[in-house]
Nanobody
């Protein structure tokens, strides 16, 4: 069955960095676009970053452009989110998502807290 192992979340001070990882299994990873979403306290879930199945294109929410970088390693069935210059407003549960119409699979989420 489809499984995700998300890691790398935690508590970090403003201005710090974290790298999230999402290792996937149970589907053909290289055929799926991969995304990172987040849901902050009292907020709707929002798309943070996405990467095409072959890694050839990426897209970012305006709020994270220039600070976050999404990447993937299809040999390891893993997608990453490098987060730099973190702000308190980046505090959220971060979810990885695999999408290839009509399928959409979700990870369990990892908490990121940015606070001094």
């Amino acid at each position: 069955q489809v499984q995700f192992v998300e890691s790398g979340g935690g508590l970090v001070q403003p201005g710090g960095s974290l790298r999230l990882s999402c290792a996937a299994s149970g589907f053909t990873f290289s055929r799926y676009n991969m995304n990172w979403y987040r849901q902050g306290p009292g907020k709707e879930r929002e798309l943070v970053a996405g990467i095409a199945s072959n890694g050839g294109s990426t897209n970012y929410a305006d709020s994270v452009k220039g600070r976050f970088t999404i990447s993937r390693d299809n040999a390891k069935n893993t997608v990453y989110l490098q987060m730099n210059s973190l702000k308190p407003e980046d505090t959220a549960v971060y979810y990885c998502n695999a999408y290839a119409w009509p399928d959409s699979y979700w990870g369990q989420g990892t908490q990121v807290t940015v606070s001094s």
